[in-house]
C-alpha cells in the first residue's frame, strides 16, 4: 500500500490544504484498524523528515489523513492517523450552496445566534382612519 507523507501548513477547518509533499513509502495496514483512523507499519521514513510529517494520504482509499503520532518499534515506523473530513470530500463540499450562521466577519441579525445581542423594541403606531370604520374594526399589523 503507498502511503504519500506530507507537511500541512494550513489550520484543521481550511478545506484546501496547503500540504509539502515530503515522501512516498509503501507501507502495511495494520489489522484490526480502522478505515478512519488507520495504522501504517512502514520500515522506510528519512529522518530528517520525522519533524515535518504531520499529513497524508492513502490513493487505495481516496482519502486524506492527519498524522496523530508516528511510533518507532524497532526497524519498522508505525505511521497513526485521523480522517480529514474536509480535504477528503472537498469536491462534495466546494460546489454546495448554503445559509452560514456564523461568519468571521460579517453576521446575518436574522439568523437567530446567542454571541450576538440582538434587541426586540416594538415599535407601535396608531393612525385614524379619516373616514372611519361603519361595522368592523380591522387591525393592520406590519413587520419588518
Same mark, same amino acid.
Given at each position: 500500500m503507498i502511503l504519500r #507523507? /506530507?507537511?500541512?501548513?494550513?489550520?484543521?477547518? &481550511?478545506?484546501?490544504?496547503?500540504?509539502?509533499?515530503?515522501a512516498e513509502i509503501s507501507g502495511t495496514l495494520l489489522e484490526?484498524?480502522?478505515i478512519l483512523d488507520p495504522i501504517i507499519a512502514t520500515p522506510l521514513i528519512a529522518?530528517?523528515?520525522?519533524k515535518y510529517i504531520?499529513?497524508?494520504?492513502?490513493?487505495?482509499?481516496?482519502?486524506?489523513?492527519?498524522?496523530?503520532?508516528?511510533?518507532?518499534?524497532?526497524? #519498522? /515506523?508505525?505511521?497513526?492517523?485521523?480522517?480529514? &473530513?474536509?480535504?477528503?470530500y472537498k469536491d462534495q463540499i466546494k460546489p454546495l450552496s448554503a445559509i452560514i450562521a456564523r461568519n468571521e466577519s460579517q453576521y446575518n441579525l436574522y439568523?437567530?445566534?446567542?454571541?450576538?445581542?440582538?434587541y426586540a423594541n416594538p415599535h407601535i403606531q396608531i393612525?385614524?382612519?379619516p373616514d372611519g370604520f361603519d361595522r368592523y374594526e380591522y387591525i393592520f399589523s406590519v413587520c419588518g
Amino acid at each position: 500500500m503507498i502511503l504519500r #507523507l /506530507f507537511q500541512n501548513m494550513s489550520d484543521t477547518n &481550511v478545506v484546501q490544504k496547503d500540504i509539502i509533499q515530503k515522501a512516498e513509502i509503501s507501507g502495511t495496514l495494520l489489522e484490526d484498524c480502522s478505515i478512519l483512523d488507520p495504522i501504517i507499519a512502514t520500515p522506510l521514513i528519512a529522518a530528517s523528515d520525522l519533524k515535518y510529517i504531520n499529513y497524508a494520504e492513502i490513493p487505495d482509499f481516496g482519502r486524506y489523513y492527519y498524522v496523530t503520532d508516528i511510533i518507532c518499534r524497532g526497524k #519498522l /515506523f508505525e505511521v497513526h492517523m485521523h480522517i480529514d &473530513v474536509l480535504n477528503t470530500y472537498k469536491d462534495q463540499i466546494k460546489p454546495l450552496s448554503a445559509i452560514i450562521a456564523r461568519n468571521e466577519s460579517q453576521y446575518n441579525l436574522y439568523l437567530r445566534d446567542g454571541l450576538i445581542q440582538q434587541y426586540a423594541n416594538p415599535h407601535i403606531q396608531i393612525k385614524q382612519f379619516p373616514d372611519g370604520f361603519d361595522r368592523y374594526e380591522y387591525i393592520f399589523s406590519v413587520c419588518g
